[in-house]
């Protein structure tokens, strides 16, 4: 069965250091990994995602997030945190063969200045 | 182009009243999602629609929900009968493909419905 953790429901960071919000994944076949952020009283919005090809995938905002296979993780890093990253962040796995997204918890990230 | 749309953005109902959830996805997408997001929590998958038809219901928590999209665009959530419990943000997402690499299957989410059953 497909499943994401997200072991940690809150990091707090201060501004100008850098950031990493965790995610583990569980799949049978190849995955399809995906970070979501979402605003106060807003949708989600797409952050980046790795389907094939580097490992080291660079998104919106200065994002980026690593795909390592042995360890199943595909981590959220930003190398300088910024206070208006504060947001909830959520990570999604599916199969190559499932059109199903499957979500993680999320993790409240907060900035602190 | 223009994003996922949804209406209406905020709805207050009285427990046991209907309520209809409108998605309006981006144009060309094919597929199109239905969650629900509890305070604070993660993503409840609701129902998938692949142009119109919906090949997979399973989400749905109970009969009294049900969703319906036609002419391959506009889909609507319906809860009847509604209940304290299913108060919630209910968010909508489209793709350009179900099944594909690259761009065309990311998921792009609407603003949602935030729905208060009193």
């Known amino acids: 069965a497909q499943s994401v953790a997200q072991p940690e429901d809150q990091v707090n960071v201060a501004e100008g250091n850098p950031l990493t919000v965790k995610c583990t994944y569980s799949?049978?076949?190849?995955?399809?990994l995906f970070w979501y952020v979402q605003y106060p009283n807003r949708g989600l919005q797409f952050l980046l995602k790795?389907?094939?090809?580097d490992n080291l995938v660079k998104g919106s905002y200065g994002f980026e997030a690593e795909f390592n296979k042995s360890q199943t993780s595909f981590h959220l890093k930003k190398p300088s945190a910024l206070v208006s990253d504060s947001a909830l962040y959520f990570c999604?796995?599916?199969?190559?063969?499932?059109?199903?997204?499957?979500w993680g918890a999320g993790t409240k990230l907060i900035i602190k200045p | 182009g223009a994003g996922v749309s949804q209406s209406p953005s905020n709805k207050v109902t009285e427990k046991g009243k209907d309520v209809e959830l409108r998605c309006d996805p981006i144009s060309g997408h094919t597929a199109l999602y239905w969650y629900r997001q509890s305070l604070g929590q993660g993503l409840e998958f609701l129902i998938y629609?692949?142009?119109?038809?919906?090949?997979?219901k399973s989400g749905l928590p109970s009969d009294r929900f049900s969703a319906e999209r036609t002419g391959g665009s506009v889909s609507t959530l319906t809860i009847q009968r509604t209940q304290q419990e299913d108060s919630a943000v209910y968010l909508c997402a489209s793709s350009l493909v179900k099944l594909a690499g690259g761009q065309q299957e990311t998921q792009y989410f609407g603003p949602g419905t935030r729905l208060l059953v009193l």
């Open positions: 999604a796995v599916r199969e190559d063969s499932n059109y199903q997204l499957i």
């Open positions: 629609f692949q142009g119109n038809s919906a090949p997979d």
């Open positions: 799949v049978s076949g190849n995955p399809y």
């Open positions: 790795y389907i094939t090809g």
